[in-house]
């Protein structure tokens, strides 16, 4: 049988933190990836369409990325089997731990 895709098949690349960890939100179809920056910077986050997409109609729909609860801007790659979000992040003078979340858009 063919094993079923989990977090573990989601690669990332940050630049200014990291990662601490990645898990999934089930009810609310997204992931949450946690990570402590020192910096700023961004992640760049490689999701398998098998593991977490948001299409209507086989048309991509775009993710709904928050940043600590606020809406973020992103930058996305897409191909047949992955979709690959750069999603920045900044410095906090009082915080260290940022949480990214990243959902369906409904």
């Given at each position: 049988t063919t094993p079923q895709p989990t977090l573990a098949d989601?690669?990332?690349?940050?630049?200014?933190?990291t990662v601490d960890t990645i898990?999934?939100?089930?009810?609310?179809?997204s992931i949450i990836v946690e990570l402590t920056d020192a910096d700023g910077g961004e992640i760049v986050l490689a999701l398998p369409r098998n593991v977490i997409d948001s299409t209507i109609d086989g048309v991509d729909e775009i993710f709904f990325v928050l940043v600590d609860g606020y809406e973020a801007q992103y930058t996305e790659v897409s191909t047949d089997t992955h979709r690959t979000l750069t999603i920045p992040f900044s410095a906090e003078s009082e915080r260290y731990k940022e949480k990214v979340t990243v959902g369906n858009c409904r």
């Open positions: 989601i690669t990332y690349d940050i630049s200014g933190g898990s999934n939100d089930p009810e609310a179809l």
